[in-house]
């Protein structure tokens, strides 16, 4: 549990890191803005998966503005905080059933699914710091030992 409890301590601080950049991003913002906004609203669809709540009504891709993500890095960092406060080691391999976009269930261990959120908002983070450096803006440093070490 220490493990992924470190894991989204370092999400919630790359989220923040990414957000303060777009807010001073000189070049062009919306596909960036699309592309963190799309990390974000994985965030609440696995969220709502974890909990047993019906995700398929939830936006995967929307078009809205940096003070929008504001508002959802926020709610982010609060709903995720309290998943991880009421989950205990015994929880991660727990088996939960859903759907995915597309209406086709699946089944995995939470520790997967904590897992996959991670990686996939590390990966998309990785894509907006190319398109940062294509716009002339400075790439964000979000390694995990940077975390750690600061």
Known sequence: METIQKMYEHLIWAN???LATLHTMKGEQQDVIRLFSHILFSEIIWMARLQ??????LPLWAEVDLDFCDQL???NEENIISYLLNS?????EKKITYKNSKGIEFQNTIREILTHVCLHGHY???????KLRLNGDEPVILDFIH???T
């Open 124 to 130: 998309h983070r990785g894509q907006i710091n190319s």
């Open 52 to 57: 047993g709540i019906d995700s398929s009504k």
């Open 16 to 18: 923040k890191r990414i």
């Open 73 to 75: 890095v926020k709610k």
């Open 147 to 149: 975390y750690v070490r």
């Open 88 to 92: 205990t080691k015994d929880d991660l």
